[in-house]
């Protein structure tokens, strides 16, 4: 049974939803935490990285729960609304710290309802992705409902990243307190009507079953296949410099940038990075692709990238007056993460043939379970490098009263504050991004023309296996 508008629609609605939850937690819970609330910087840091960690490790675990899930509804349903329900509870009450807590009390407050919302929010992700194969046939139809939701995802991660701050400033006024709680009620209660209608709409097939790779075999896979390997820390590299950069860029607007109105140049800088992000994947991709090698085109981004954040650099020592200036470096770092995004992924895809051609053992499942992995492992390490940093340079409102939160605060913070703020966002992510570069130019062989040899060996060999069942 072929899918309609409505199913597609419903499923395309659900990852807008769960991707604006999980992109409003992972771009502003450090912030919200450590400069609206006044945790400290370190703990924040450690609290972030321990339960990004402990939320990967949880994925496999979720994904046998639902594999040995039997209702009525299906095993993919009843957990994907249990989970978005509760998600949703939790990630409101994560954005709403009591006013009286302090000190110890907010620590504990802030890590407590963190790794409950990664609990949570794994208990819904996961089956939300493996549900696909219940009602879905496999080929194009499975292809393109997948293509769909990645891209409804991307929407919601940009509806986030544009509108929050200035949400937070229109409902909350000069208290970003008040605003990020009532932010967060919102985006809490569009994500439960999203998901609802989801499982409503969407009707699985309660036979299927999914594959449901434990760590043992993520990491006996990646030891056995030295070209996953090589894929697996390049991306941790440079997804830890990516994140370390979206960390730090709102206390750059905020501290440095200045202003009264700092967050309406925050949302012009991530509403013009964001799309050129997206039309880099959807057409300066394919554009390349047709000219170039994948590792050709793999180096040019990170050319780009580096040369973005030198310009960054350069222009933050300056006196910047106009937004419009930073579009420049913006242009160069926004356009290579879209496409190494890709490439990574493509890179990823290509490890599966190798390693079956090495070891005689097709790992997919198992190595794309690693995606989710690396990168909440990457978003860790990159939160406590920001961490430590803000903690260094000493930038925090928490001692700032709510009637100064009108004036420029830029104007309030040492120079060297500043100096070190612009340093830490661009010159770690630059060093990440050499580290990233050497590992994989010395160890990666997957060139095109060695999976043209590969692709064709295992045509050879499936070739011989058919002859020999035929016989």
């Not at 006013?99 to 407590?112: E, F, S, T």
């Not at 950069?245 to 949302?267: A, E, P, R």
């Amino acid at each position: 049974m072929k899918l309609g508008i409505k199913e597609k629609a419903s499923y395309g609605l659900g990852a807008i939803g769960k991707d604006m939850v999980y992109m409003l937690s992972a771009s502003y819970v450090l912030y919200y935490f450590q400069d609206v609330c006044g945790v400290n910087a370190i703990a924040m840091g450690i609290i972030l990285l321990v339960a990004r960690v402990f939320d990967a490790f949880n994925d496999p675990i979720m994904g046998v729960v639902v594999a040995k899930t039997r209702t009525r509804w299906g095993k993919f349903r009843p957990w994907l609304m249990i989970g978005t329900l509760t998600n949703a509870v939790v990630l409101f009450i994560m954005f709403s710290a009591p006013p009286r807590l302090d000190g110890k009390g907010l620590v504990a407050y802030a890590a407590i309802t963190y790794i409950v919302w990664g609990v949570t929010y794994t208990m819904m992700d996961i089956p939300y992705w493996s549900m696909i194969p219940a009602f879905t046939e496999s080929g194009k139809e499975r292809e393109n409902l997948t293509t769909l939701a990645r891209s409804c995802a991307g929407v919601g991660s940009a509806i986030i990243t544009i509108v929050t701050m200035i949400a937070v400033h229109t409902l909350g006024g000069s208290n970003e307190r008040v605003g990020f709680r009532w932010f967060a009620l919102i985006i809490a209660i569009l994500f439960a009507l999203f998901i609802t209608l989801t499982c409503v709409n969407i009707k699985e097939d309660a036979t299927v079953d999914m594959e449901t790779p434990s760590i043992r075999q993520m990491f006996r896979a990646l030891l056995q296949n030295d070209q996953a390997m090589t894929i697996v820390v390049t991306i941790v590299v440079i997804n830890c410099a990516v994140y370390i950069t979206s960390n730090l860029v709102i206390y750059f607007f905020k501290y440095d940038f200045g202003g009264t109105g700092w967050f309406n140049s925050y949302t012009l800088f991530n509403t013009f990075g964001g799309a050129i992000q997206i039309l880099s994947m959807m057409i300066v991709f394919p554009l390349l692709r047709k000219f170039m090698s994948t590792i050709r085109i793999f180096y040019i981004c990170l050319g780009s990238a580096i040369i973005g954040y030198a310009v960054l650099l350069v222009l933050a020592f300056t006196n910047m007056s106009s937004v419009f200036l930073l579009f420049i470096p913006a242009f160069f770092i926004f356009a290579a993460n879209g496409v190494l995004q890709v490439l990574t992924t493509i890179f990823l895809a290509n490890t599966v043939d190798y390693g079956e051609m090495q070891n005689g053992r097709r790992d997919e499942s198992v190595i794309f379970s690693m995606q989710t992995f690396v990168v909440k492992l990457a978003s860790g390490i990159a939160a406590l490098i920001a961490s430590l940093s803000l903690a260094i340079f000493k930038l925090s409102s928490e001692s700032t009263t709510e009637a100064q939160q009108t004036i420029d605060l830029a104007k309030n913070v040492a120079a060297s504050s500043k100096a070190g703020l612009r340093m830490a966002m661009t010159i770690i992510p630059v060093i990440l991004l050499f580290v990233g570069l050497f590992w994989f130019r010395k160890r990666f062989i997957l060139t095109d023309q060695k999976m043209e040899e590969i692709t064709e060996k295992l045509h050879e060999k499936q070739g011989r296996q058919q002859e020999g069942v035929s016989l």
